[in-house]
């Protein structure tokens, strides 16, 4: 009897080892893809428009004669401030991913980049941010700081930097990364973006849409009403290389 209880305990135990085991995996490779995700994973699934900036410098010197006609329809004003936070940190030159939202037929942005945790406490000191005085979500903290150029919040997540004007789309970039179950598992977008990946020397705008068309459509212009027409004759999600000149750009894709 004694035996056959003791091999029953080694059995258990055996089980109890390889479920610890099994958890202990998962955790640790959930932490690890969220720390080394591509940027694309902390954009929600609802979003209208993502604009994936690979040569920060060559965009921000080449859009900025047309930066009245991006605000107009992306919303790219709070990219100043946005680059006025790395150039704090002297982070200017990695990846940067805007994600737009449509709230009430306004666009409202999120802008996220990859960053080092000791450039994120940096410009704490730098901001004089009181670590007090921010919002707690989950483990992060969401900070608020006014700009000459918008009021934003601000979070460092898995070593992403993310900035937006509103708190909650920040929690749901937040969320994103924790549990990817969006962009990258619609069939559509993840076809296109496998492309996107190839060339990430250029600058891209992907567009949903069905989503985005209701913000063009606000504008009573032939231009813009283009593209709308272009866009909407295509899949859900488009793909477009975006380039620019001194007075004007060009989408190609």
């Known amino acids: 009897i004694m035996s056959t209880n003791a091999k029953a305990w080694g059995i258990s135990l ?3 080892g390889v479920v610890l085991v099994a958890v202990a995996i998962f955790f640790y490779a959930n932490f690890f893809r ?10 929600p699934a609802d979003a209208a428009f993502v604009v994936e900036i690979n040569d920060n410098e060559q965009f921000v010197k080449s859009s900025a004669s047309l930066m009245p006609y991006l605000t107009e329809l992306f919303a790219l004003d709070g990219l ?20 737009g939202f449509v709230e009430d037929g306004k666009v409202i942005p999120v802008f996220s980049t990859r960053m080092d945790e000791h450039y994120f406490k940096n410009m704490l000191k730098l901001l004089q941010i009181d670590p ?17 150029y918008k009021d934003f919040k601000f979070v460092f997540h898995n070593s992403v930097f993310s900035v937006s004007e509103d708190v909650e ?8 990364l924790e549990y990817p179950k969006g962009l990258s598992k619609d069939r559509t977008f993840k076809k296109l973006h496998k492309l996107v990946e190839k060339n990430t020397k250029q600058n891209w705008l992907l567009i949903n849409a069905e989503k985005y068309a209701s913000v063009i459509t606000q504008h009573n212009n032939e231009e813009y009403a283009a593209l709308v027409e272009s866009t909407l ?21």
């Open 132 to 148: 007090r005085n921010h919002i707690q979500f989950e483990e992060y903290e969401i900070y608020s700081y006014g700009t000459h």
């Open 34 to 43: 969220q720390t080394n995700a591509p940027l694309i994973e902390t954009v």
């Open 80 to 99: 100043a401030g946005f680059e006025s936070f790395l150039e704090k940190m002297k982070q200017k030159n990695g990846e940067i991913v805007v994600s």
């Open 14 to 16: 055996a089980c109890v």
């Open 233 to 253: 004759q295509k899949a859900s999600w488009c793909a477009y290389q975006i380039r620019f000149t001194e007075s004007d750009f060009s989408l190609s894709g």
């Open 169 to 176: 789309l920040l929690k749901k970039t937040i969320v994103q």
